[in-house]
């Protein structure tokens, strides 16, 4: 088994990665978002998947740093408060991010998003020009990001609170068991897989 160790220096949670991306890809197939794992810092625990086409057009244009502090922001402001935030980014895209709380420590972050909601804009962050050719193709990308309901949004705020929340909460209470074996444990993180995607799939499969 891949582990990982996050949070503080005396309190830390045992995560398969594994089990981590096969969550991610789940909740990307069934929904049309892509979520990732980052640690109370803001570094990404598991690889980076499912950047839209227009976040990977910034990147090219050298702008992603604006993106990387936006994250790093919010993050630390939901690590802080234990609070979960939808929120714009520079660029005017929407976001989500949701602590990750296990025995009442923060040890990092869900982030969502990179969609567009119905009264979305383009924007660019002040004192950044972008030519006008380029301006142009960054716009058409931006405009084929899917767009989602702030109720979806919201829905999927409150399903990523509770469900992975609760998913760390169990498994951080059966690693610390001494009566759990490697074996019950990846059995048990496979049911928990398969019923999150029955949840997925009955609840948060409405792309509009």
């Known amino acids: 088994m891949i582990l990982i160790y996050l949070g503080f220096l005396f309190m830390f949670t045992k995560i398969d990665v594994n089990f981590l991306k096969e969550i991610r890809n789940n909740f990307a197939k069934l929904t049309g978002l892509f979520i990732t794992f980052v640690d109370h810092y803001g570094n990404f625990i598991i690889p980076e998947i499912g950047k839209?086409?227009?976040c990977i057009y910034v990147k090219k244009?050298?702008?992603?740093?604006?993106?990387?502090?936006?994250?790093?922001?919010?993050?630390?402001?939901?690590?802080?408060?234990k609070k979960s935030y939808i929120y714009t980014c520079p660029f005017?895209?929407?976001e989500i991010v949701v602590p990750l709380v296990v025995a009442n420590k923060c040890i990092g972050a869900v982030l969502t998003g990179q969609v567009r909601t119905q009264n979305s804009i383009l924007c660019l962050p002040n004192n950044y020009e972008v030519p006008s050719t380029k301006y142009i193709t960054l716009k058409n990308k931006y405009n084929k990001v899917p767009i989602l309901s702030k109720q979806f949004l919201a829905a999927t705020k409150?399903?990523?609170?509770?469900?992975?929340?609760?998913?760390?909460k169990v498994d951080f209470e059966a690693l610390s068991s001494k009566f759990v074996t490697s074996k019950e444990f990846s059995k048990f993180n496979k049911m928990i897989v398969k019923n999150t995607k029955k949840?997925?799939?009955k609840n948060l499969s409405e792309k509009k």
Do not use: P
């Open 61 to 81: 244009l050298k702008l992603n740093k604006i993106c990387d502090n936006s994250n790093t922001y919010w993050v630390k402001k939901a690590v802080k408060t």
């Open 199 to 201: 949840y997925i799939e």
């Open 158 to 168: 409150d399903f990523i609170n509770h469900i992975i929340n609760y998913i760390f």
């Open 92 to 94: 005017g895209l929407t």
């Open 52 to 54: 839209r086409d227009f």
